[in-house]
């Protein structure tokens, strides 16, 4: 079973900084992907960064430029820096990964969440 645990979400002012990191158990290296998304009350949960096994990476066009997903394979861990935040950005964020197997040829995605962790920007 796999296991995604979220930490460094809290309380910050507009303009400040964050870093959400995302333990995995087990070898991440397995996983196509994995990502960040974000729940705001009353929205949508949407996504905001993503990364591949072979190290692509995909934004909201929101968080261009001030958010950056990156990964550890010795750790297997997920990080998300999170830069020049704004009020907008208040969510729970969510780590989300990837499992993608082949049967008979038709290709199967699982999917996986962590608990989510809270953050908030105050303005």
């Known amino acids: 079973q796999v296991q995604l645990v979220e930490s460094g979400g809290g309380l910050v002012q507009a303009g400040g900084s964050l870093r959400l990191s995302c333990a995995a158990s087990?070898?991440?290296?397995?996983?196509?992907?994995m990502g960040w998304y974000r729940q705001a009350p009353g929205k949508q949960r949407e996504l905001v960064a993503a990364?591949?096994?072979?190290?692509?990476?995909n934004y909201a066009d929101s968080v261009k430029g001030r958010f950056t997903i990156s990964r550890d394979n010795a750790e297997n861990t997920v990080y998300l820096q999170m830069n020049s935040l704004r009020p907008e950005d208040t969510a729970v964020y969510y780590c989300?990964?990837?499992?993608?197997?082949?049967?008979?040829?038709?290709?199967?995605?699982?999917?996986?969440w962590g608990q989510g962790t809270q953050v908030t920007v105050s303005a």
């Open positions: 989300n990964a990837q499992r993608v197997t082949i049967t008979q040829n038709v290709p199967y995605t699982y999917n996986y």
């Open positions: 087990g070898l991440i290296r397995r996983f196509a992907a």
């Open positions: 990364i591949t096994s072979g190290g692509t990476t």
